[in-house]
């Protein structure tokens, strides 16, 4: 069983910047797709941004360039999310996902049916 655990949220004005960390631990296995997603009240669940670990691709949303940026530190098995410009719409809780599964197909880590393993989510409030 994996382990996927995220950190750094919080409260922030307009314009500021966050960064979230997500660590995925256990499981045989140690690649892994990791992959950020977000869910705001009353909104369906959002797909951020994601990256091969360790393989080094990533793929954003496209509302989301630009703005966010996601990086791994493979020596910490650590994934980030850097938030820069942040708006009062950013406001969500965050989950971080991970998967076993290597796919090229990099539309498919935009899909939470992807992942396996789920975090509790953080929750990031950007206040006007």
């Known amino acids: 069983q994996v382990e996927v655990v995220e950190s750094g949220g919080g409260l922030v004005q307009a314009g500021g910047s966050l960064r979230l960390s997500c660590a995925a631990s256990g499981g045989t296995g140690s690649r892994y797709v990791m992959g950020w997603f977000r869910q705001a009240p009353g909104n369906e669940r959002e797909f951020v941004a994601a990256?091969?670990?360790?393989?080094?691709?990533?793929h954003y949303a496209d509302s989301m360039k630009g703005r966010f940026s996601i990086s791994s530190d493979n020596a910490k098995s650590t994934v980030f999310l850097q938030m820069n410009s942040l708006k009062p719409e950013d406001t969500a809780v965050y989950y971080c996902?991970?998967?076993?599964?290597?796919?090229?197909?990099?539309?498919?880590w935009g899909i939470g049916g992807y992942y396996d393993y789920w975090g509790q989510g953080t929750q990031v409030t950007v206040s006007s």
């Open positions: 990256i091969d670990k360790d393989g080094g691709g990533t």
């Open positions: 996902a991970a998967s076993s599964k290597i796919s090229s197909r990099i539309w498919a």
